[in-house]
């Protein structure tokens, strides 16, 4: 991709600033007086990078909260209201931060401050020393993520136009969960190598933070405005919905996300069965979880790159994948047990890249910040409800778990197929398609 500016040359040789235009293949996009720079893939590829390092900071930090709050006197109740209160923070915050992005348009603003939150908060868990602070402090990590998250997928939905949403949401998160992979590992390093001390740990996760806020502030110096990447609305292109009336097909869509969702089993309770059961190992468990990680970022390329050539029905794979979960998981094979738990990461890669880039094709970007607020709070209730019935169901039956799931997924299966055709319709044209 090339960016030229264009304008003319005055008798005293002066250039006259013309509108930029953006070059992706043989189509090029005019983005105003100012040049971007940046091709769209670059921008995706280090934002990716910014969000890899984030993930080592906040996911080191989450594989071992629970134990680190122990350490204060907490008891399992209050490390699941913790964690539970940040979680909610986390998801119900983007019904706010959702809409403020549409309506002030500060992006890099709200991404910046959101990012700089969780940066500060985990380092600084390892200089607590009572519980009610560090308590505060994973509360407070979890807010910055809701701050950030839809201004940051708005901005990578308008760069992703001009190379494919499917792929570039797909390397976006890929990324990601490579962070997601490497955080866990280096907290368990540390731990091995300072006798279980958890100080160090979290010390020690102030190296990716500072390096994170670096290349997001060498983003932003870079692409002040990502909307230029993407071009207006073109001839036959739905209308903008009016006012804050998102479009109706959002809303079937986000119905059959909530339904697969709600027999989505956490990992909490994956664990949970592999640990108690004997499955493997506890040390395991913690690799079991990053190989799934790993399995998340491969599934999210694939699904990417398929979903920008046949389109949203990629996500026919997920009511299905879903329902063999705890048919594998919750084995007491070793090899199945995993087997299952990797299918769980695919499917967790899914929902982080293909399913938040179709929101991206079905809603003007007007409107982007809302729908992804929403989008997300519904992701996320519905995956406590799956995580609460499938934990219930479990002390009850095994069985009655694997048959509660198979009928949710059935009955979503059932939906996707009759609003798939809709939602494929409802596609805004991208750049260069």
Known sequence: MSADRAGRTSGSGSTDPGPASVQVGQTAFVTGPRTIRWTPWRFVTVFGVVSLLSDVVYEGARSVIGPYLATF??????????????????????????????????????????????????????????????????????????????????????????????????????????????????????????????????????????????????????????????????????????????????????????????????????????????????????????????????????????????????????PVLTALIPLAAFTTTSATAVAGVLVWGAVLGLQESTMRATIADIVPAARRGTAYGIFAAGLGGATLVGGLLTGALYGYSITAVIVTVAGIQAAALALFLAIVRPVARARLPRAGG
Do not use: C
């Not at 990012?115 to 979890?142: D, I, N």
């Not at 901005?155 to 998160?173: D, L, P, Q, T, Y």
């Not at 500072?210 to 990502?226: E, F, K, S």
């Open 73 to 318: 006197g907490a008891s399992a109740a209050l490390v699941g209201l913790v964690t539970g209160a940040g979680e909610a923070t986390a998801l119900a915050g983007r019904l706010v931060t959702g809409p403020l992005a549409d309506r002030t348009r500060a992006y890099w603003p709200l991404v910046v401050v959101g990012y700089a939150v969780t940066m500060a908060a985990v380092p600084a868990l390892g200089l607590t020393t009572a519980l009610w602070l560090a308590a505060a402090l994973f509360v407070a990590e979890r807010a910055g993520k809701a701050i950030r998250g839809p201004a940051r997928d708005v901005m990578i939905s308008h760069a992703a136009a001009a190379v494919g949403r499917g792929k570039g949401f797909a390397v976006h998160e890929a990324l990601d969960q490579t962070g997601a992979v490497a955080g866990p590992l280096l907290v368990a390093a540390v731990l091995a190598a300072t006798a279980h001390n958890y100080r160090p740990a979290f010390f020690a996760l102030a190296v990716p933070a500072v390096a994170g806020m670096l290349v997001l502030l060498w983003l932003r110096a870079g692409v002040p405005d990502p909307r230029r990447f993407e071009p207006g609305p073109r001839p036959g292109a739905p209308p903008a919905p009016p006012g804050r009336q998102l479009p109706r097909v959002f809303w079937t869509y986000l119905a059959f996300t909530v339904l697969t969702t709600a027999g989505y089993a956490t990992f909490g309770v994956l664990s949970f069965h592999l640990a108690t059961r004997h499955v493997v190992p506890v040390p395991v468990v913690p690799v079991v979880y990053a190989a799934a990680m790993g399995i998340a970022a491969l599934a999210a390329l694939a699904s990417g790159w398929l979903y920008d050539r046949v389109g949203v029905r990629v996500l026919v794979v997920v």
